[in-house]
């Protein structure tokens, strides 16, 4: 049965989240309303994963049409026993806005399909059932962006995600540079890249070919330009003086919590409560004015690890870990966990609270067992999400930079993408 929710939907998301505006599918033939971003709507969904070869060094999933390739799902659904979850695939544009497909121009087989794999948790203290999902290239048949939506029998979203198929038609380089603007040259990262077309015709530049870049697969750092500053045969330069310039930020925070059973470097102590485990982690001090020190980490991401059993996504259990920034007094903004355990949003279930007694923000989050990547963020006056005032900027930060082209050619009904890379800016 073709997805026919629209009112539901409304009712579900707008009850459940109070979102605002809603991106309507309406050329799509199962046209209901979700917003195109990696979204949280039921909050028994945790410890979300999505990726083609390895979590750790991949900002966001992606492949390739034509090779063999296959993203993987994985995610817990916070309830004692199966429940049958559905998942449907939508594609839009550049920008995330609905494009002109309908579901038989990019995709194979039903809109709507059955997730057939899962596994009840083992031992846990909190139950839940480990849900699989595996997506190839046969199942698609253009390029571009992608929102995958799970969601129940009775029609209620759990989640969404977006994901990116590429066609690798065009190349590029990337180089990156010390910024032209003196004030930014310990702060940012600035970059000229070169896009080869690889003599793929572009009749108009600035109408049909689009360059963008985002950090860390972070979508509130995504930048893009869409006239190259000079061309010349099938090569595009994008080298205009810091054309593309992103904050550098610190090396993400990072708290080990793989076992249950003793004290790590990262947690203070343990309790059992009836609520579940609580961890009390080590507090963290504001970084904001304090000299840059290199440390290894994985860019804002989290891995599910365990040092106590052997299959961490169904024997590991979830915790209550206590978090505690020690700041000396009260910022103007609230202050938020911020990482891609939230989405890379600031998010309500992750606001920490200023205690004025101990002259630090804390904060309890639900976790499962593993390896965290975060930073602490706050929203500016501009509405833009920030870390410098509780953590800093420095040059010598090691950040991942993805690099998308996009090709529309006159006509065509929606944008190619011709071109994905990973560019480390250490390397």
């Known amino acids: 049965m073709i997805l026919n929710m629209k009112n539901i939907l409304r009712r579900f998301l707008i009850a459940l989240c109070g979102l605002g505006e809603m991106i309507q599918l309406e050329a799509q033939a199962s046209s209901f309303e979700l917003p195109a971003m990696d979204t949280l709507y039921d909050e028994r969904v945790q410890s979300i994963f999505f990726f083609r070869n390895q979590p750790e060094k991949e900002p966001v999933p992606f492949i390739t049409l034509g090779r063999q390739e296959a993203l993987q799902l994985q995610f817990d659904f916070l309830v004692p026993s199966p429940e049958d979850l559905y998942f449907s695939i939508f594609h839009f544009d550049k920008n995330w806005k609905p494009d002109l497909l309908k579901p038989e121009d990019y995709l194979k087989g039903f809109q709507e399909e059955q997730i057939q794999q899962y596994v009840t948790s083992r031992n846990t203290k909190i139950p839940f059932v480990h849900y699989q999902l595996q997506l190839t290239p046969g199942q698609l048949l253009v390029s571009g962006n992608y929102l995958l939506c799970v969601f129940t029998r009775q029609k209620e979203v759990l989640f969404t995600r977006r994901f990116f198929v590429g066609e690798q038609l065009f190349s590029a380089t990337v180089d990156f540079i010390n910024p032209l603007a003196i004030e930014h040259r310990r702060s940012h990262h600035a970059m000229e890249i070169v896009v080869k077309t690889n003599e793929?015709?572009?009749?108009?530049?600035?109408?049909?070919?689009?360059?963008?870049?985002?950090?860390?697969?972070?979508?509130?750092?995504?930048?893009?330009?869409?006239?190259?500053?000079?061309?010349?045969?099938?090569?595009?330069?994008?080298?205009?003086?810091?054309?593309?310039?992103?904050?550098?930020?610190?090396?993400?925070?990072?708290?080990?919590?793989?076992?249950?059973?003793?004290?790590?470097?990262?947690?203070?102590?343990?309790?059992?409560?009836?609520?579940?485990?609580?961890?009390?982690?080590?507090?963290?001090?504001?970084?904001?004015?304090?000299?840059?020190?290199?440390?290894?980490?994985?860019?804002?991401?989290?891995?599910?690890?365990?040092?106590?059993?052997?299959?961490?996504?169904?024997?590991?259990?979830?915790?209550?870990?206590?978090?505690?920034?020690?700041?000396g007094y009260e910022f103007d903004h609230p202050v938020y966990l911020y990482g891609a355990v939230t989405d890379w949003q600031l998010k309500k279930a992750y606001k920490m609270e200023y205690d004025d007694s101990r002259k630090a923000y804390t904060g309890q989050f639900l976790l499962k067992l593993g390896y965290y990547n975060y930073l602490y963020a706050y929203r500016d006056e501009q509405g833009q999400i920030q870390t410098e005032l509780l953590e800093g900027n420095w040059y010598e930060t090691e950040n991942q930079y993805m690099v998308m082209v996009y090709f529309r050619p006159f006509g065509s009904r929606y944008d190619r993408l011709m071109f994905v890379g990973l560019y480390n800016s250490n390397f």
């Open 200 to 327: 793929i015709p572009v009749a108009n530049n600035g109408q049909e070919l689009f360059l963008q870049v985002m950090q860390n697969g972070d979508y509130n750092t995504l930048q893009e330009v869409r006239d190259a500053h000079f061309v010349t045969g099938d090569e595009f330069r994008f080298n205009r003086p810091d054309e593309f310039l992103f904050e550098a930020r610190k090396e993400f925070r990072f708290k080990d919590i793989r076992t249950l059973i003793s004290k790590t470097p990262d947690i203070d102590f343990w309790d059992e409560k009836q609520d579940g485990y609580h961890a009390w982690l080590i507090p963290d001090e504001s970084r904001n004015g304090r000299n840059y020190y290199t440390e290894n980490d994985i860019n804002g991401k989290y891995l599910i690890l365990n040092r106590d059993v052997l299959r961490p996504e169904t024997e590991s259990d979830y915790a209550w870990m206590h978090f505690t920034l020690r700041t």
